[in-house]
């Protein structure tokens, strides 16, 4: 057996290299780049072996290392899972830093191989610098904390390990079920050692996705429950996207006449104007789509686990309807009470429509759907037009980044009350044209999560919206995206606070306490406002302040001009949000308090709860 002496950490590196991806019959790199900030415990191993292999593995410097891996979460989510970008970070701070955005790529079930530098194995120095010691356990490192959300996790104590670990690393990683990170955590002394590698176990390997055709009682159980419904309504999730099911599901629901609903991750499965297409649903969906999740009497749920922001908390859907579930996992598929079709939706809804090509549903539920749409149009018109306010809303900001985005462009947003508002209001007829993480909602993945897709789709302007409260919570990336040469257009929303949980804490009773800056405790004179412009342009970004729709849409053009990144900082009103639409959402009140704006919140509480015990 022939054989070569590599480090461990050259092992790796050479080992991602090897990894390719077939997609659509082309052969790419299943690890088209690293993003790294090195330190002491990754520097002199890992950082060397990346050095030379430069040329074909880029590695890109970050100033954040959660702002990296979000980059490398939003480069993988765009590209449909097809590519992984690695992450890797010193022992200490720089790799629990990275912990949150593990925890978004588990969340979301998106793959990212984070390669965190250990402490020393041999334990020879110890204790090394940034080494939290463990009292009990000597084996405990800082490190474990990222086994609760990683899909697969090893510590790599001997270079040989690699010869087993690595292989079911990118297992994971191209999983269609188990997809989500990986954890290799690298001891800095480990990285260094070397090891008679065979040969070829860096031969190049071509990974392409598994496609898992459905049982084949499961589908004819599906299509008989169908062929019973009467007023079906079809939800949506990001599943049909990872499956590259679309021209399937629209070939499905247009043969059937079934209206959908689209979740948060499914948004763009179907363009904003196909006929079948209702809008969004759930907690911030349309009013189009909820109001017929209230009557359905069956849901066929395409690639979605049905979060609580899709179902309304379990208590927006009829509680008599039955639930169908297609998808690929069997841990998504029994949820709610589900009748599970596993399979890969791309295989699975051809079959479900050559079962179903002489049967639809009532004709009077195809034209309430057909209303209910056309309604919801005209809704999202009048919310999103330039009303004059001297202090906009975001539905009117919402409305003119729209107008200004192209064909192909690309919005991308995370957390606070904008994904709301996108998810009602936005339109795209490109697939890849909404790009929400709201499956973990993290503050600070905005303008990171904007470098990763512009990276995907260099093509594409990318406008990344994002409130005053993310944007000071991590930007960093934006001077990264100068660097790189990456542009992004980033509008910045300033409603002086966290507008969103401020609505949300009224709403359930309370005051305005520690939300809005004016309510938080402050030095005399209270919170400075913040120029984002001028913290923009210190960050390398070209950048503008503006006072209302009308100038928005102005330096929008100019923004889409740049050759460079971009920010246009606007405020807006803190206490306005669409009415319009949405459902329930279950956040507990307080049995007991003073506070009689609490009392009826908890009675208005007990009262949904009833609703969602039905559906349980």
Not at 100 to 121: C, E, I, K, Q, Y
Request: net charge negative.
């Amino acid at each position: 057996m022939t054989t070569i002496r590599l480090t461990m950490a050259q092992a790796v590196v050479r080992y991602m290299m090897a990894q390719k991806v077939d997609i659509d019959g082309e052969i790419k790199p299943l690890f088209p780049g690293v993003w790294a900030i090195f330190g002491h415990g990754n520097v002199a191993g890992l950082g060397e072996a990346l050095y030379h292999a430069r040329e074909s593995l880029p590695t890109y410097r970050a100033h954040n290392e959660q702002g990296m891996a979000h980059a490398a979460i939003a480069y993988a989510k765009t590209l449909n899972r097809r590519q992984v970008m690695a992450c890797t970070a010193s022992a200490g701070p720089g790799s629990t830093n990275m912990v949150t955005a593990a925890a978004v790529a588990h969340v979301n079930r998106l793959p990212v191989l984070f390669l965190p530098g250990d402490t020393f194995a041999t334990r020879m120095p110890d204790p090394v610098l940034q080494q939290v010691e463990n009292f009990h356990d000597h084996t405990l490192t800082t490190n474990d904390c990222f086994k609760p959300v990683s899909r697969f996790f090893d510590r790599i104590t001997r270079p040989e390990q690699l010869l087993t670990s690595l292989p079911q690393a990118v297992r994971v990683l191209t999983d269609p079920v188990e997809c989500g990170p990986v954890t290799l955590a690298l001891p800095q002394d480990i990285q260094t050692f070397a090891f008679d590698y065979p040969q070829h176990f860096f031969d190049e390997q071509v990974h392409r996705l598994r496609r898992q055709a459905a049982d084949r009682r499961e589908l004819d159980d599906a299509i008989a429950l169908i062929r019973q419904a009467k007023k079906p309504l079809v939800i949506t999730g990001g599943g049909a996207h990872y499956a590259g099911a679309l021209e399937e599901l629209d070939a499905f629901v247009s043969t059937c006449h079934l209206p959908v609903g689209e979740t948060q991750a499914g948004k763009g499965a179907l363009p904003w104007d196909h006929a079948q297409n209702l809008g969004t649903l759930g907690v911030t969906g349309a009013g189009s789509a909820n109001a017929l999740a209230a009557e359905a009497d069956l849901v066929i749920a395409v690639g979605t686990r049905l979060g609580d922001f899709a179902s309304g908390s379990r208590a927006m859907i009829n509680p008599e309807a039955k639930l169908l579930s297609l998808n690929v996992a069997s841990f998504d598929a029994i949820k709610h009470k589900g009748q599970a079709l596993v399979g890969d939706a791309r295989l699975t809804l051809p079959e479900l429509t050559a079962g179903l090509v002489d049967w639809q549903p009532d004709g009077g539920w195809i034209e309430k759907a057909a209303e209910l749409r056309d309604d919801w149009n005209r809704t999202v018109e009048r919310v999103t037009a330039d009303r004059g306010s001297d202090l906009p809303c975001d539905a009117e900001v919402v409305g003119a980044v729209n107008r200004a985005a192209g064909e192909r462009d690309i919005v991308v947003c995370a957390a606070g009350g904008l994904p709301g508002e996108l998810q009602k209001l936005w339109r795209t007829r490109f697939h890849r044209g909404y790009h929400m993480e709201y499956g973990y909602s993290c503050m600070g993945y905005e303008l990171a999560g904007g470098l990763g897709v512009k990276m995907a789709m260099p093509d594409s302007e990318v406008f990344v919206m994002v409130g005053d409260g993310s944007y000071l919570m991590l930007n960093s990336e934006l001077a990264t995206s100068v660097m790189l040469g990456h542009k992004i257009v980033a509008v910045v929303l300033d409603n002086r606070g966290y507008g969103c949980i401020h609505r949300l804490q009224q709403f359930c009773g309370g005051p305005g306490f520690n939300n809005l800056l004016d309510d938080c405790l402050s030095a005399e004179g209270g919170a400075p406002k913040t120029d984002f412009a001028a913290h923009a342009a210190a960050l390398g970004a070209r950048s503008e302040s503006v006072g209302n729709i009308r100038e928005l849409e102005a330096a929008l053009e100019r923004a889409k001009a740049s050759d460079t990144s971009y920010v246009i900082a606007i405020d807006t009103d803190p206490l306005a949000d669409t009415q319009d639409g949405g459902s329930w959402w279950d956040v507990a009140v307080p049995e007991v308090s003073e506070r009689g704006e609490v009392v009826t919140a908890r009675e208005r509480y007990e009262g949904y709860k009833a609703r969602q015990f039905k559906n349980l």
